[in-house]
């Protein structure tokens, strides 16, 4: 591997750099940059399917469009697929789309499909088949909302034919991966009404310098893919000439395209932002530990020889995701280590770190996905997501404190938890294993987000690491970090590091050595002339090889990237092993996959002016009210933003529960005057807001479509709004006692961008719904159809969601009532409902698990904090004996039982995506289940 070496400047005192490092160091890898000659060949084994090629054109007509349906069809012929070709509308019916495996738009114009032909491809989609659109394909179809979706963006304007400079963003999607970095054509460049890069994983962009008349403020994409409901969009603006068609690299892209469309090449088209690139072409920061190597050619590293570990010794990392595509010629081996110390001994990662397994063929716990020796990916997952050897795959590895998931082509295949003492995920270095000679595997665009840990783990980086400086060189020590320290330091000398953030951090720390007169360090923000944030006196320690550690507050508000100044005395100062950056502490990520029911019905004389609510059954507040328990806040009201309900968001981040799901009855009702000023309390903790649509008077399924799209445009843009990431950034509605209406057609309205979820484990009557939840308290002590439901909702790529409550009582709140209760018997019927949720053989393995509830103080399923000593008289019940604790301490202990058992829900993997094996003709096959139910922790008294 090649190092930068700054020039060797002679100065009374400074240490040599001894030749024979340079010599190695440059020797250890030659970077040569290539152009892969595309060619259409056939890939592995694909069964034979049928493509539609819908070319009809209701405006402009391109004169390309009999050349692109001959080259598909020339595609097809070497690739195991038959084409039909088409302009009648009447082909989109869902009998006569059954029998395609992808649907091609090429370059449609305007209006080409009435609204019975419109929801015959919707559905198409939806339920599991391809789109793929070419060119003018965005410049179709503006008067159905749906498509706008469908294609990514529509065509605004552009400028003459040109020529123009593309930048290959994603080099492991099938339609791309045969392409350069950079890739020179002449095409008609379209301009788009929006940018698609929030909901579509970009492969493609123009650069905007490369030609005239680009508009999209220098980010334009002109290729991209996603997923849409359990089916697959891609879309290439390329296209326009019919020379393009006769152009082998086009040819290719066409094919990369239809293979993801029809469900053969698999891809991560999640979209994707705020990643840092580890390794894209440049090894800088990076090093070879043990025997063997990498070439680095063509922005893709090749394992050779080995056993060794190619590793980021820049920095280590807390809490991240990190992406990296990799490729197999054969039988091959390799892997990913995450989680180890600093080493040139490649040993101690696999001692102390953890192994993402790349290989085809050996043991469960030893193969592809698996965490090597400890734990399986789910087989049958991780083989329908699998790309063949000689094909692309993605990796996202997912660290957050001790917990790892691994993500193969976007799918979740494995979800594991350190409990060894003798190993942390919580810190520590990544790398790339070479295994040995003839174990062939390639890796490209290693890049990295960080996401934060818990309390203050700091980030160490090593002083030999800068990316810019004057002076300093690094210099060996056989008993630094790594062998090596940022050596030769003189006065007036600095460093910077593009790579270690100074924001939030409060305390630097360096590791340090000097055998001369020592000096000062200077910490200073953005540059070597920035805000200096504080100081460190270095000493002389006693020799160059005897290092301590000094360190500093950071005062200001440290911003931008890390630069160190250095003054002192004559000749040489000091050196520096390494520096570390401790932040603020961060909180940990709260789970988007529990929801707590939240009602703001409440009101008082502070804010509303009367009570609301809380005279429920004939009470009299603020002392009597209808409920069992007491508020530990009192009869409080849904309108004190910064009192109750900042309070309330406090509570329910204790609780872990990343989700509030908000009682609404009606547009301009008490609930929706509320909202904004709940939003904005959630935003505050990171929670988010998702939506319980009640029964209203005149409630009807087309009022309900109204109420989404009412709740989208005016609360849409908040930060707080729940939008689920695992299922293409859906907000999500839960309908409550949706069985009060029996036709819900008018759903399909809004079910293609929103989850609308049927309260009910019937599922003959969610029909046009997303899913189902049962919210019932009661009736999850004894889960009656959850397995079913669960089942069926996997099956059928539907979301599961039952409800979880630690009790029900209503006797004050509706005396004289002959609804049955459920005691919370001190916490033992919390913990078994969250059992019977959890375990697939009662549960049937949810998606998300709903909490009843939050603050439903009438019906006493509440775990917000309740009284310890509530008014005197009125009979009411305390939290008192729950999980062992009494008095005031029992008062939020159902808060922190929740936390426990989202650590469960997510630690132990139990969560269950919608099921991605489904075809879209319907057959599904069968995901194992995680062994038997979860132990159910300590037991309260």
């Known amino acids: 591997m090649m190092f930068h070496q700054t020039p060797h400047r002679p100065s009374a005192g400074r240490r040599r750099i001894p030749s024979a490092l340079a010599t190695a160091l440059v020797a250890a890898l030659a970077l040569v940059g290539a152009f892969l000659t595309p060619t259409v060949t056939a890939q592995a084994a694909d069964p034979a399917y049928k493509v539609l090629v819908f070319s009809k054109t209701a405006g402009f007509r391109h004169d390309s469009i009999p050349a692109g349906t001959q080259a598909i069809r020339d595609i097809g012929a070497a690739n195991n697929f038959t084409v039909t070709a088409t302009e009648d509308g009447a082909a989109f019916t869902p009998a006569n789309l059954a029998g395609f495996k992808a649907v091609v738009f090429l370059s449609t114009t305007g209006d080409v499909l009435n609204a019975t032909q ?261 087989i049958a997952l991780r083989d329908a997501e699998l790309n063949p050897p000689g094909e692309w795959n993605g990796y996202e590895i997912r660290v957050e404190g001790e917990r790892l998931q691994v993500f193969l082509n976007g799918v979740k295949i494995n979800d594991f938890t350190n409990t060894d003492p003798a190993r942390s995920l919580a810190q520590g ?298 299922h293409n950034n859906r907000p999500a509605f839960y309908i409550f006692e949706s069985l009060r209406i029996t036709d819900w057609a008018a759903l399909d309205q809004v079910t293609q961008n929103n989850t609308v979820l049927a309260q009910t484990t019937d599922t003959s009557k969610i029909a046009h719904f997303s899913g189902l939840y049962t919210y019932d308290g009661i009736a999850g002590a004894t889960a009656p159809g959850w397995k079913q439901a669960g089942d069926y909702a996997k099956a059928n790529g539907l979301i599961w969601a039952p409800s979880v409550a630690p009790g029900y009582i209503d006797d004050r709140a509706v005396p004289g009532n002959t609804t049955p209760t459920l005691g919370r018997d001190n916490g033992a019927t919390y913990d078994k409902e969250w059992n019977n949720a959890l375990d697939p053989a009662i549960g049937g393995s949810p998606t998300w698990v709903s909490v009843t509830s939050f603050n439903e103080w009438h019906e006493g399923s509440s775990i917000e904090p309740a009284a310890a000593n509530p008014p005197a008289g009125f009979g009411y019940q305390t939290f008192s004996g729950a999980y062992g604790k009494t008095g005031t301490e029992a008062e939020t202990v159902y808060l922190d039982r929740t936390k426990y058992w989202v650590g469960q829900f997510e630690a132990r993997g139990v969560r269950w995506r919608r099921d991605r094996l489904t075809s879209h003709a319907g057959t599904a096959r069968a995901v194992p289940q995680e062994g038997p139910g979860l132990p159910p922790g300590p037991v309260p008294a």
């Open 429 to 726: 270095y990544i790398g790339i294993q070479n295994h040995g000679t003839g174990d062939d595997v390639s890796f490209r665009n290693i890049r990295i987000k960080e996401l934060g840990g818990t309390g203050t783990t700091p980030s160490t980086f090593e002083g030999e690491s800068y990316t810019s400086s004057s002076g300093v060189q690094p210099a060996d020590h056989a008993s630094a970090s790594g062998g090596r320290t940022l050596g030769y330091i003189e006065n007036g000398d600095w460093a910077g590091y593009s790579q270690a953030s100074l924001t939030g951090t409060k305390t630097f720390t360096a590791k340090i050595s000097s055998g001369g007169s020592g000096g000062t360090v200077q910490v200073r923000s953005g540059s070597a002339t920035g805000p200096v944030l504080g100081s460190l006196a270095v000493p002389n320690t006693g020799g160059w090889e005897n290092f301590r550690t000094v360190s500093t507050a950071l005062t200001g508000t440290p911003t931008g990237p890390v630069f160190l100044t250095f003054t002192g005395g004559a000749g040489s100062l000091f050196d520096i092993d390494t520096f570390t950056l401790e932040k603020q502490a961060v909180t940990a990520a709260l789970s988007s996959n529990v929801h707590l029911f939240y009602y703001p019905w409440y009101g008082s004389p502070v804010k509303n002016g009367s009570y609301r609510h809380w005279q429920q059954g004939g009470r009299t507040p603020p002392q009597d009210i209808g409920a069992d328990l007491y508020p530990k806040l009192g009869a409080y009201d849904s309108g004190d933003f910064a009192g109750a309900v900042a309070q309330h968001m406090r509570w329910v981040k204790q609780s872990g529960a990343g989700v509030i799901v908000y009682s609404w009855w009606g547009r301009g009702g008490y609930e929706d005057t509320l909202a904004k000023g709940v939003l904005d309390a959630a935003q505050q903790q990171g929670v988010k807001v998702a939506w319980h649509i009640e029964p209203y008077a005149g409630r009807t399924a087309a009022s309900v479509v109204s109420d989404i799209q009412y709740l989208n445009s005016t609360y849409g843009s908040h930060p707080a709004y729940y939008r689920d990431a695992e």
């Open 118 to 378: 419109q929801s015959a491809l919707q559905a198409y989609v939806d339920g599991g088949g391809g789109y793929f659109g070419i060119h003018a394909a965005a410049d179709t179809e503006y008067d159905w909302p749906q498509y706008e979706q469908l294609v990514g963006a529509w065509f605004k304007s552009h400028p003459a034919i040109q020529p123009a400079t593309l930048k290959t963003e994603d080099r492991a999607q099938a339609a791309t991966a045969h392409l350069g970095q950079t890739w020179s054509r002449t095409d008609e460049w379209y301009n788009y009404r929006t940018n698609p890069r929030a909901n579509v994983r970009v492969l493609q962009s123009l650069d905007e310098g490369s030609y005239s008349g680009g508009e999209m403020s220098g980010d334009h994409p002109i290729t991209w893919c996603h997923s849409q409901g359990s089916g697959r969009s891609f879309y290439t603006g390329l296209g326009h000439t019919a020379e393009s068609y006769a152009d082998p690299a086009f040819r290719s892209l066409l094919l990369g395209g239809i293979r993801y469309a029809a469900g053969f090449a698999k891809a991560d088209c999640r979209a994707e932002s705020g990643y840092t690139p580890l390794y894209n072409g440049s090894t800088t920061g990076w090093s070879q530990a043990g025997p063997g190597s990498f070439t680095n050619t063509d922005a893709t590293l090749a394992s050779q020889g080995g056993m060794g570990l190619f590793w980021y010794r820049t920095k280590e990392y807390n809490g991240y995701s990190l992406k990296l595509d990799w490729k197999m010629q054969g039988d091959d081996n390799s892997g990913v280590f995450v989680g180890f110390p600093a080493s040139d001994d490649p040993n101690s990662a696999v001692s102390q770190g953890y192994e993402i397994q790349i290989d085809a063929t050996d043991a469960a716990d030893r193969t592809t996905g698996a965490v090597y020796g400890f734990k399986s990916a789910d």
